[in-house]
Nanobody, 113 residues
Framework: QVHLVESGGGLVQAGGSLRLSCAVS?????????MNWYRQAPGKQRELVAS???????KYAASVKGRFTISRDAVDSTLYLQMNNLKPEDTAVYYC??????WGQGTQVAVSS
């Protein structure tokens, strides 16, 4: 069993920044496990925002590339998503995910124009 707990969401003005955290625990070797950040806006399907593989290779959705950075701290077993230059269209609930199966409860991000 793997447990994921997101935090760090909030309300921010366009152009601002937030850093999301996902605390990871359970039966997992976090340092080498691929991890993902997804988001779901109201009325839309959940979409993949960023991924980090078993090494340090990262991938991003075109809509966030250059603005968002995914990273992990193996000592604290925490996944991060640094979000800069936020736009109103980034408003969504953000979820961390691993192994296609485990999800956190989500953290709300709202960006005002």
């Amino acid at each position: 069993q793997v447990h994921l707990v997101e935090s760090g969401g909030g309300l921010v003005q366009a152009g601002g920044s937030l850093r999301l955290s996902c605390a990871v625990s359970g039966s997992i070797i976090f340092s080498i496990t691929p991890m993902n950040w997804y988001r779901q806006a109201p009325g839309k399907q959940r979409e993949l925002v960023a991924s980090i593989n078993s090494g340090r290779t990262t991938k991003y959705a075109a809509s966030v590339k250059g603005r968002f950075t995914i990273s992990r701290d193996a000592v604290d077993s925490t996944l991060y998503l640094q979000m800069n230059n936020l736009k109103p269209e980034d408003t969504a609930v953000y979820y961390c995910n691993t192994q296609g199966t485990y999800w956190g409860q989500g953290t709300q991000v709202a960006v005002s124009s």
